[in-house]
DNA sequence: ATCGTAGTTTGACATTCACCGTACTACGAC
DNA sequence: GTCGTAGTACGGTGAATGTCAAACTACGAT
């Protein structure tokens, strides 16, 4: 039998990846995701990156697995958006949707975690 | 001996709640501690009411023991403050050390939440 | 002193979470 | 084809989470 067919029946080859529809995005599924350190560094970081960021651009002090599991908490709650570009994989914050959902919301997160960041570190 | 001796050694009759300093408050415990949609209800009924609620004005579908839990998270992350008055326990928004740490964040949050429960109430 | 009201505490339970290591898969390059 | 690299899937572990019911405590009112 062929290696090739996956369980989902997504063709192989252009792998895709799930993502919620912007209006299934949801307030406290955002605010989840964005409540844990991991994460938050990986959001500050694809913020701070205007563009994309593959996995492996931004260290984190975890595991490979424990990575790929934070990646997909932030894009099954509609944090993030994540393409396959041939071997790498490509995260970009979900910015229009979050900013039409929830406006300024991402803006005051993102600039409470650079505030935290400057506080703890200099003290 | 007299049933009154606390634990903690607290003097009973001025029920003492510990609550964490503004230096201690970290964004991601307040993120999580809002990432619950009956917390998320409690805030914003506190932001809604501009004083001080007691636990019962907020009627929530969950039982008075998981009540209780609720608010103690909020508490425990900083997000509202407890104080006895009689009988009632008075609960309030922290909003002058949230602002002060994280400018305009409750308010963002607030803000999309009201969004939020307007848009899939009227869908 | 007794009672009702408001909220706590405890213990339990099922679920979820963050984390890991190992084995695996998909892709590009050689 | 074969190999290396990037990331996934699986299985597991210990801790935390949301929930409840039942017994309890503190306070004010009667």
Redesign the pocket.
């Known amino acids: 039998m062929p290696?090739?067919t996956?369980?989902t029946g997504a063709p192989?080859?252009?792998?895709s990846?799930p993502h919620p529809a912007r209006e299934d995005i949801r307030l406290a599924d955002v605010l989840?995701a964005l409540?844990?350190?991991?994460?938050l560094r990986i959001v500050c970081a694809l913020a701070a990156a205007e563009g994309e960021l593959?996995?492996?651009d931004i260290e984190l002090?975890?595991?490979?697995?424990?990575?790929?599991?934070?990646?997909?908490?932030l894009r099954e709650h509609g944090v993030i958006q994540?393409i396959?570009r041939?071997?790498?994989?490509m995260n970009g914050l979900r910015r229009a949707d979050l900013e039409e959902l929830f406006p300024g919301l991402i803006d005051g997160v993102l600039r409470a975690a650079g505030l935290q960041e400057r506080r703890l570190g200099e003290q």
Do not use: E, I
């Open positions: 290696t090739v996956t369980a192989s080859g252009s792998r990846l989840h409540a844990d350190p991991m994460r593959n996995c492996a002090p975890v595991s490979k697995s424990t990575c790929t599991h934070h990646f997909r908490v994540q396959y041939g071997t790498a994989k």
